[in-house]
């Protein structure tokens, strides 16, 4: 079994003023598990920021195969040391998806090392999601481009290290483009960053994204599982022959 | 003295019917040299492929500091001998700046090995360049974004490998996304592809366009030129110590 | 099944005075076919010099999941049409394993865009690789390092673009270091380079070198397959909303 | 003037039993600044871990183009919001080169995301020091290989993010590889890390290693000095022609 686990901080979906509520009432953490578990191999579990403290860690994380991570207005909220749990577990080899406005989350800044900025609009502009990579596994069953008929635009210049690939670039009915869907190796792990998911637009429900999580979540999937990434262990001399 | 060699293949402006003819009558090489050569430290050479098998030899490659490649109907045309050596010199160090349907050239696709596909419409779309690495050397001096008002559209999937960096990235206003400024390291030689610049617009008129490429080029001068990089010696053991 | 094509130009084993011959009396090839087909998943066919017009063609070539190739003093006699068929599918998803002195073969030199270059020396060195990337699909089940008590030395620089990983690092007593398990994408495909496997030693026999193959072929195996990456097409115009 | 500040724990060399005290008796900063001042184009300020509070402040590094980092074992003394400094301004575009021990510093692990990790032992192995660049600015002026009679053993696998380029690659007469020299660009900063300098080796007087950190430096400098890399502006929709 493949097991994930979807943080969310649920915060925008609790607040009856907000958009959030009406799309999401029980979450955008629940919206995405409720795809991910209709899989056989997958097993699905969620955290939100009430629970993050007892939710994420040491040992949950090492019996976590993929992380998947939104937040938005709660980044501070999440505990240093917390972010820092996900992030060496990554370098142990614990696959991360992170989405949306999680690029300015704790977990992955850390991981990328980098502004991790962008430039963004709330107008309702429709997007339109380019394939730039169709051999890619994210890629797979994916059309040449599919559109949201709204979204949170975001633009570049995205402040990340040069992706190992870009998989998916988005085009903004407003004149933006974005690198939308990119791919890291760190340490034994593996980190996706797909852009769409704002909280007031119906996203996690739309097919193709579906398809495209579904498909980050095996691909981030470890190979293996190392416990001590962080060590810097001081050998004997060997023998030679 | 930086030593900048313009291939153009300069067919389309020769053809009365084609627009390009009343926007380049001199050939596109000619509009380039014309404004690379305002520099004080730039010395500007052109060679088209009417007179490519003497324009372009060993000789004359050795004393290029940097290439600029423009080609589109008569790819074919060109040698591969002469292909082989303009890779073989950006191998030894000299620098490329590959433009527009370029991207289809022998030297080009020789040095990144793959397809080097895109898709392609002409329809008039305006084009809005993002600056997506904006400490990158060639976006120096270039604003958030600029438009060219008409552009020979290009999109993704581009079919090159990952590039370096990604400086400029396309929008069109006919839905399409590219990754339109984009380096990459070969040998001991810098690349730069750079996208805009069809035949029928006056987009090397542009004065943004103009200092990409000037960027570009100063950015491609070599830092050292080897002359055996194919090479593969067999020295003896050294003494250790 | 995961189908798998051995090409080896299989000339030294040939040569009644080469080591080689000894060593592997049926040649390479059928070294390499002998312990993957212990594999129930895998089914191996092979292809050398005095056949290789027959057998790679774009019909075999259409029905391999991955190719190996090994070559030395015969590059040149391999047809040009024939390594661009290598070149081609490839880049349309079939996986690549290229061994040893395959370094300045014609496919890989093809794909990779540069010298492909480096350093040599016979003479009985030891050689130790060490695993660089112990998280790769390629590294599993191998030690953190392991000695093979003969090989030909290959030394750095090695005139290769940056790999996506560097799996493995080669140490040899003569002094040399080599990057020798790197990793590329290139189009729809993956490319593994792995030093070890000179003539005149028994490497293929080795069982952690049998492992490395063996995952590397794993790893290299097409997630899909495209047909025509080296088009360029030329879509309508989609309508937004 | 190329502003560079050379940062020191300087510990190791005030104390009268580690061998560094005799070697570096005005400490390993006094021991760099020395031979670059000596660059006309070049001015130096250095830094220790007793003044680290008022000698890296943001006034500072926003004059400061280049910092040098030397630390081991008071990585944790340094603050975290020193830290956090000297990683925002590398993104604005500073220039770092970090050096041996500071694999594990905090600026280094920051903008790398990753362990950093490596094996490690003490055991006075000749390291012979391969360029695998030889093109890069970097490496010019430096031999094939050069040899350093005692260093401290560091071995793969070294926990970083794949190199934009490996410069240097490191041979130890104990068996162990390195991949030595490795560069990377952060946000608007380039990033280099070398491996030699041990402080109970007089690796700095070694004019090989004093010509490497030259040229990095040189190298590191910045394009373009942004100072709100961190943000992520909101601007207005922009109207399209």
């Known amino acids: 079994m493949l097991r994930v686990l979807v ?33 056989e191999d997958i097993t699905v579990s969620t955290v939100t920021l ?20 939104w937040g938005h207005m709660a980044h501070g909220a999440v505990p240093d ?3 820092a749990l996900v992030q060496e577990e990554v370098l142990n080899g614990m696959g991360a998806v992170i989405l949306h406005s999680g690029h300015k989350s704790k977990p992955f800044m850390r991981l990328m090392g980098t502004s991790c900025s ?3 609009r709330e107008s309702d502009d429709l997007e339109r999601i380019w394939t730039s990579a169709p051999g890619h596994p994210i890629a797979q069953g994916l059309p040449a481009y599919f559109e949201l008929p709204g979204e949170e635009t ?44 704002h909280e007031t637009y119906p996203t996690y429900k739309d097919e193709n994204v579906q398809r495209v999580i579904l498909n980050a979540v ?6 293996c599982r190392i416990t001590d990434c962080m060590d810097c262990p001081n050998p004997p001399k060997a023998q030679k022959d």
Chains 1, 2, 3, 4 share one sequence.
């Not at 995205?158 to 690198?179: L, Q």
């Not at 095996?218 to 190979?223: F, G, H, K, M, N």
């Open 118 to 120: 962008l430039i963004w």
């Open 50 to 69: 009430d629970t993050v403290e007892t939710g994420i860690t040491r040992e949950i994380l090492r019996n976590t195969d993929v992380i998947l991570w």
């Open 218 to 223: 095996r691909w981030a999937a470890p190979t």
């Open 7 to 39: 943080y969310n901080e649920f915060l925008h979906e609790k607040d009856p003023s907000c958009r959030a509520s009406a799309i999401y009432p029980e979450g955008i953490h629940a919206a995405i598990a409720a795809f991910l578990e209709k899989e």
């Open 154 to 197: 975001y633009g570049e210049p995205f402040g990340i290290p040069a992706p190992d690939e870009t998989v998916f670039v988005g085009w903004f009915s407003g004149g933006e483009v974005f690198r939308s869907g990119c791919t890291w190796v760190r340490g034994n792990g593996k980190v996706f960053y797909f852009q769409p998911g």
């Open 81 to 83: 040391d917390i972010a």
